[in-house]
């Protein structure tokens, strides 16, 4: 054993894997940069439930030309998409906008499971963005990365890196100093980035975030840190203003990381893949998330609002069917009906760092019946969490 031959060997897998993430993100970058959602007139006449002589109407008072492209064919993008509904009476309108009232708490929710591959990262992005572009009331959604991996960032915010911009780690160990004037609260409501959806921000991760953890214990054993669990929800409390719902997608490890999120959350939504494995994995860590609990107690958590499993990858086949009936079982107070399905349109998306509803059917390059399928499923799983918000709204409305 030599320490000088394995620093060097640990030093050149770092340069090598730098150079590979370097490499692939910029293409990336380049073969995928994501376009803002196009509609058809038939999409979009549909989105917004009104006819196509309504939509043209209103297409008209916005001044916008929908045949102004290339090709002529008429197409809007989803920003404009957003100035034609807000022209929309609201007799028109699918639903009203939705103003949260002073009673009504922002709605912050954790995607978490230790067990890695249980679909966290495209469960978030798919539920953020069904949740900000598929119902009507507008929601204001953000979006945290708390993985250091940064999967999710490359969906919304992939050149947030190459740019500067601050990630969760740099807001959470204090790795930024402020422009002249510019205060804390500007600072962190800068860093949820703008994405491809107008009401739906990021704050995203970076490669260096992997250091939050290392940072923790340096911090917690000097005694730096009296309050280890609570500085993502000190963040979130600067720009609870600004967001109705908070999706958080986590590392599939029990650190810090994830008991901020833990702690900043009002709701718990569980990934769990229809296998064996995964399942027994899972239940290794049900067992022992009591513990988990008991820590964010002693810190002084309120209790989530509601706490759900959402069974994910499921494939139709008997082995399926005997393993959910298992979790139904055991589970059944805890499991959504609805589960997300085994998908192709799923993998093609998320490989063009999109989720379902980042595209319309017209722009799907594969075969159109599959994706309308997964957008439909994506959305009936979505509802059933927009349901589970309404109705702690609704219990605190009238409290």
Request: aromatic share 10%; charged share 25%.
């Amino acid at each position: 054993m030599d320490t000088n031959h394995t620093t060097q060997d640990f030093q050149q897998l770092k340069e090598g894997a730098d150079q590979y993430i370097k490499r692939r993100n910029l293409r990336l970058l380049a073969n995928h940069r994501k376009e803002l959602r196009n509609f058809t007139r038939a999409e979009a006449s549909t989105y917004l439930g009104i006819d196509a002589k309504t939509l043209d109407k209103y297409v008209a008072s916005t001044e916008i030309d929908p045949r102004r492209h290339e090709d002529s064919q008429w197409s809007i993008d989803i920003e404009e998409m957003y100035q034609v509904r807000a022209l929309l009476p609201e007799s028109l309108r699918k639903e009203i906008k939705f103003e949260r009232s002073s009673k009504q708490t922002a709605q912050v929710i954790v995607i978490q499971n230790q067990k890695g591959g249980v679909g966290k990262t495209v469960s978030a992005a798919t539920i953020a963005s069904g949740l900000a572009t598929e119902f009507h009331q507008e929601y204001r959604v953000g979006l945290i990365d708390m993985d250091g991996q940064a999967t999710l960032s490359m969906y919304y915010a992939p050149e947030a890196a190459q740019e500067g911009c601050l990630s969760v780690g740099d807001l959470m160990m204090r790795n930024f100093d402020l422009d002249e004037g510019e205060t804390y609260e500007q600072a962190v409501s800068e860093a949820f980035l703008p994405t491809t959806i107008p009401n739906l921000r990021i704050l995203p991760a970076s490669q260096t975030d992997r250091a939050i953890e290392g940072w923790f214990h340096e911090q917690v054993f000097s005694q730096q840190l009296p309050s280890p669990y609570s500085i993502l929800s000190t963040i979130i409390d600067t720009v609870k203003d600004e967001f109705d719902i908070i999706i958080i997608d986590t590392p599939p490890s029990l650190g810090y990381a994830t008991y901020n999120a833990y702690y900043a959350a009002t709701s718990v939504v569980f990934p769990l893949s229809i296998t064996e494995n995964d399942i027994d994995a899972t239940c290794s860590y049900f067992s022992y998330i009591p513990q988990v609990w008991a820590l964010l107690k002693n810190a002084d958590h309120a209790g989530y609002d509601f706490m759900k499993i959402l069974l994910t990858n499921h494939k139709d086949s008997s082995t399926t069917t005997e393993l959910m009936n298992s979790l139904y079982d055991h589970f059944a107070p805890y499991l959504y009906s609805k589960e997300f399905k085994n998908s192709e349109a799923i993998r093609q998306s998320s490989s063009l760092l999109s989720t379902v509803f980042d595209m319309s059917k017209s722009e799907y390059p594969k075969s159109k019946s599959t994706f309308q399928t997964a957008q439909q499923n994506s959305y009936e799983v979505t509802s059933q969490i927009q349901r589970d918000i309404l109705s702690v709204w609704r219990e605190q409305e009238q409290a």
